[in-house]
């Protein structure tokens, strides 16, 4: 598979999170997908993206993504999301294909319709979002995925 670059729209644009996840840290850069929109997921911390004509979601995209990291990633996103190839902005305005978590779309209804903010995120739901990651998802760190 070699080595991939990934699009992160959610909580995964927290250095933080993302090193959690892979056990790597990863340096990004601020991206823009095009003709998507971001929305809260019903009862939770984190978004979802659906295709959205005009819409724009910001994020941030991190490069040099091995098979080991895709398969942690994988897991953490677990059975609701997919792996598609999208086209991202940079700041440049150059394009490049990337890798993105999309919401499934016969999960889409559990969007809640509320924009999802990193901002926000970072100031209201980090701590519940980790405690989540902590204790309710457990099991990946047991079987070892995470």
């Not at 995209?61 to 091995?66: E, H, K, L």
């Not at 953490?76 to 997919?82: I, N, R, T, V």
């Not at 999208?86 to 150059?94: E, F, K, M, R």
């Amino acid at each position: 598979m070699g080595e991939k670059s990934l699009f992160c729209y959610g909580t995964l644009q927290s250095p933080l999170v993302m090193k959690a996840v892979t056990g790597k840290a990863y340096s990004g850069q601020e991206a823009t997908l095009h003709d998507w929109a971001r929305y809260r997921v019903e009862k939770t911390e984190y978004p979802g993206i659906i295709v959205e004509e005009g819409g724009a979601v910001s994020g941030k995209i991190y490069w040099g993504m091995d098979e080991q990291a895709i398969a942690k990633l994988d897991a953490f996103e677990g059975d609701k999301y997919e792996r598609v190839v999208v086209a991202i902005t940079l700041p440049d305005g150059s394009v490049e294909e990337a890798w993105a978590y999309a919401i499934k779309e016969e999960y889409t209804k559990l969007l809640s319709g509320d924009p999802w903010e990193f901002d926000r995120f970072l100031q209201n739901g980090l701590e519940r979002f980790i405690n989540w990651f902590v204790e309710d998802r457990r099991d990946l760190f047991d079987r070892g995925d995470i």
